[in-house]
């Protein structure tokens, strides 16, 4: 596929200054301020030239001059582009450019977490949401990105019930060279939403991706994250050391087929989790078809499933109980002697 065609980066005025709503950018008249971050701001804007709204993602003026993040604006632009799918925000290419920005479709409507926010999802709701993501995810990585930061604040619900995925800031093109993310340690991401191999500072694939979308779908269904933590440290320890908690251990009346699917998809493991997103989607477009195992013990399954000893315990376990039962025959036979 050929790379799409970049506006034209004209050479930047002296003096510039921060953006504000009121102001004009090229082509574009903000009209709103609509989030505000560490690194950029989002603006509301109208398209003078063809009168539609857009949405603008300018960089803050102390990143502008840095080279790698300017090389990281740049791959989130390009990467952008190419994408067109009905559930991913389409990246636009403006005419011309007189500083550093980003314009976008203009999404209307609310991100899942304001949703989330309001608690529990009927299972019902939760489907109708996480089936459309990875649609959009097996489109993403057919063109061989791995976006790596799927979260509810990067989910926007329209009026009309259409999922629309945002932000590629730290998306991964696996046909470019790596980029370095400056001034952060190496695990890059959101840590509630993170995979185990993100936390070591891997890149990751698109089974990290599928990760993702098994969290967010076990925080729908029970309105937890799969993993308690005090803080940040304690959180990403816990993914590398630990299996997640069942979902039904949160809530009793979770369904088990789409537990089992959450479950899966959040393996600590990668080889243990859905090979990619188009295998998990067949499963949430028909969880008749799933069949759950002890990765998922139900009440009325049998005692020893319900115990649920994590697999790291069994070897020591055994080694135990073996040298127990040496330890007895050979106190039974110097008794017989």
């Known amino acids: 596929m050929a790379r799409p065609r970049q506006g ?25 301020l609509l989030a505000r971050s560490g690194m950029a701001s989002i603006f509301k804007a109208v ?17 502008e001059s840095d080279i790698a993040f300017f090389q990281r604006f740049r791959r989130e632009e390009q990467i952008g582009q190419k994408l067109d799918h009905p559930n991913i925000v389409r990246v636009l290419v403006p005419e011309e450019k007189s500083r550093v920005y980003l314009v976008m479709e203009y999404a209307e409507g609310k991100a899942l977490r304001a949703i989330m926010n309001e608690g529990r999802l009927p299972t019902s709701t939760a ?22 930061d799927l979260k509810p604040e990067n989910v926007m619900i329209s009026p009309g019930g259409e999922i629309k995925l ?6 991964m093109d696996e046909a470019a060279r790596r980029l370095t993310w400056f001034g952060l340690s190496p695990p890059v991401g959101t840590p509630d939403y993170m995979a185990p191999e993100q936390v070591r500072g891997k890149r990751g694939d698109v089974r990290t991706d599928v ?9 729908m269904l029970t309105g937890e994250l799969p993993f308690r933590a005090g803080n940040s440290h304690a959180l990403m320890k816990a993914k590398v050391d630990r299996d997640p908690r069942p979902a039904h251990e949160v809530v009793g009346n979770v369904d088990p087929k789409l537990e089992e699917i ?8 990668p080889r243990d989790r859905y090979r990619s997103v188009q295998e998990m989607l067949g499963d949430l477009e028909d969880p008749s078809r799933v069949v759950p195992n002890q990765r998922a013990p139900r ?37 017989s002697r």
């Open 8 to 32: 034209v980066l004209k050479d930047a005025r002296p003096g510039m200054r921060e953006v504000i709503a009121g102001d004009k950018l090229d082509q574009y008249k903000l009209t709103e």
């Open 47 to 63: 398209d003078e030239r063809s009168g539609r709204e857009v949405a603008l993602k300018v960089p803050h003026m102390q990143f």
């Open 127 to 148: 489907l109708d949401i996480a089936r459309p993501s990875p649609r959009a995810r097996v489109d993403l990585h057919g063109q061989g990105v791995v976006h790596r």
């Open 166 to 171: 945002l932000d590629f800031g730290i998306a």
């Open 211 to 219: 990760y993702a979308l098994g969290t967010l779908l076990y925080e």
């Open 262 to 269: 959450a479950m899966r998809a959040i393996a600590r493991l």
């Open 299 to 335: 009440e009325d399954a049998p005692l020893i499933a319900r115990l649920r000893v994590p697999p790291s315990a069994l070897g020591p376990a055994v080694t135990v109980a073996v040298l127990g039962l040496l330890l007895i025959l050979m106190w039974m036979m110097s008794r």
